[in-house]
């Protein structure tokens, strides 16, 4: 395979177990690097659009709706971006560390934490909408699952090995679902 580019981005995963994973839109590259680096990249050459360096430890992964970039930090926190300059947009506490990519589909956006909590925001606000909550195992690995938009639906796996299906507006459980 024949290498066009390479672009290092800063620290990149450190020495975390996270899965920061870059997201491709419209011809650039969202990508995060774990000490708070972000970095929008042209796919073509690799040259830099725009870097955000915010202050948070970067460890949910991007996650992409419309005109927004969301990230979810080690220290509970959830991040909107201005996708096409970078800047901040807004930040909400979550409810504890966001391992997961945080999924959106323009109006809504769903984030889970590492607490067992599927919690749904109004994208363009941060405003917290509904929390689902399932159990957390007593022994348990850090579960990375992330939630997936299905029209109407969130579809979420836990770490007790429950997958379960919520309405996207405010929650609730179809009960036929969970698996």
Do not use: C, H
């Amino acid at each position: 395979m024949l290498r066009l580019w390479s672009v290092n981005v800063d620290d990149g995963q450190g020495n975390k177990y996270n899965r920061l994973k870059a997201v491709i839109e419209d011809g650039v590259i969202y990508v995060a690097a774990n000490n708070g680096i972000f970095q929008a990249l042209n796919i073509e050459n690799g040259r830099r659009i725009w870097e955000s360096r915010l202050a948070y430890f970067i460890s949910g992964g991007v996650g992409i709706g419309d005109d927004y970039i969301f990230l979810g930090t080690e220290d509970a926190s959830l991040i909107a971006l201005d996708k096409n300059s970078g800047e901040t947009i807004w930040i909400r506490d979550a409810s504890s560390e966001e391992l997961s990519v945080p999924a959106s589909d323009g109006a809504y956006l769903v984030a889970q934490s590492v607490d067992g909590r599927l919690t749904g925001y109004d994208s363009a606000t941060g405003d917290q909408l509904w929390v689902y909550e399932s159990t957390v195992p007593a022994l348990s690995l850090r579960g990375t699952s992330s939630p997936i938009i299905l029209d109407d639906f969130v579809l979420a796996g836990f770490e007790n090995g429950n997958l379960v299906s919520v309405a996207i507006d405010n929650g609730t459980l179809d009960r036929k679902s969970v698996v």
